[in-house]
């Protein structure tokens, strides 16, 4: 999913919301592979005040390169007079474990070995940034949850957390995401993970280590979020041109804003994170873990969306109990659920 970051473009009213926050485990962090992240430490940013209640927690889960500051990346849904109001509730949004945003990650040190952990980061999975949240959770002595919501690989860690703390999620909204990464998907970041394995820097221990082929990856990333519509409308030009395409040039500058701002550890690391989402492993199957959701689920998907399709959807709307579809028409495929505003906006309007 691509990610505009526009600090500039938050009201004056909302600046004051920007701090960002740490929370740091004092014990090591069990991941399920069975390896320690030895104290880790969980970024996280926090919006409007807990009620008296404790009944008005929205909890946000950010996509692949995201921050835990979704003013920033989701502002027409995030902020006062929008449908997730910090004036209404308290917000929550944290940086997840092995992000490049506040969270530990492979350019921190190892305290095991006082050096930076570059290639020696243990891989995650999709379980293990869901126990990270929990233990956030509990710092911050939140028993439930009004509204759990995440889009893309946000949307598969959201769905875990539905299963993993059943009794604790009263409202789940699942955006553009799967039950299950599909081989489909799992090719593309593959494909991304070559570019990244064909840069010679990749071998190296340096903060750069992988950076020309970030770039490479990312542009391959924006074909799966994109479609072939999405790109005739915005990149299209006159027929007499033989080379300096618009859409060469976008690829390149999709490749480097994000170099400038991420780094390939992290990235190549999500990718797999990514990969590792099934709700059926280690448990009697995929239908039977969603059975297990008893939150009140919206579903949203995007008609053009090839890397998570429509009928991705359509399974859990048909396997979550209690749960409606609502499809989103669209040109701009994955990324539609950013760019369709307006048609999140009025189903989210509804449903927090």
Request: hydrophobic share 35%; charged share 20%.
């Amino acid at each position: 999913m691509s990610v505009q970051f526009s600090p500039a473009q938050e009201s004056k009213s909302m600046q004051k919301y920007t701090e960002i926050k740490y929370y740091y485990l004092n014990e090591d962090f069990i991941l399920e592979s069975g390896t320690k992240l030895t104290q880790p430490r969980i970024a996280y940013h926090t919006f409007g005040q807990l009620n008296e209640a404790k009944d008005n927690v929205v909890w946000i889960i950010h996509a692949l390169t995201g921050n835990s500051n979704p003013t920033e990346w989701w502002s027409d849904m995030v902020g006062e007079n929008c449908p997730i109001d910090p004036n209404k509730h308290f917000i929550v949004c944290a940086n997840a474990l092995g992000s490049h945003y506040g969270s530990t990650c492979a350019l921190d040190i190892n305290p095991l070995t006082g050096t930076q952990y570059y290639h020696d980061f243990p891989n995650l999975t999709v379980r293990d940034l869901v126990g990270g949240f929990i233990k956030l959770r509990s710092h911050l002595g939140i028993d439930q949850i009004h509204t759990l919501v995440g889009a893309s690989i946000g949307g598969h860690q959201a769905m875990e957390w539905a299963i993993m703390e059943s009794d604790r999620i009263k409202n789940l909204v699942l955006i553009a995401t799967s039950a299950y990464h599909s081989p489909w998907a799992v090719a593309f970041n593959e494909s991304q993970r070559m570019a990244i394995e064909s840069d010679k820097s990749w071998s190296e221990n340096t903060k750069q280590s992988g950076i020309e082929g970030l770039k490479a990856a990312r542009a391959i990333a924006m074909l799966s979020y994109r479609t072939y519509e999405g790109f005739n409308l915005s990149q299209s030009e006159e027929s007499s041109k033989v080379d300096h395409f618009k859409a060469s040039s976008y690829q390149r500058y999709q490749g480097l804003k994000l170099a400038n701002r991420y780094n390939a550890y992290s990235y190549y690391l999500f990718t797999k994170i990514g990969d590792s989402h099934d709700v059926g492993r280690g448990r009697a199957s995929r239908e039977s873990a969603l059975s297990q959701i008893k939150a009140k689920s919206v579903i949203i998907g995007i008609t053009s969306d090839i890397l998570y399709p429509l009928e991705d959807q359509r399974y859990l709307n048909q396997h979550i109990k209690n749960s409606v579809l609502y499809e989103i028409e669209s040109k701009y495929g994955h990324d539609g659920f950013l760019v369709e505003k307006e048609s999140v906006n009025i189903i989210l309007s509804q449903t927090i």
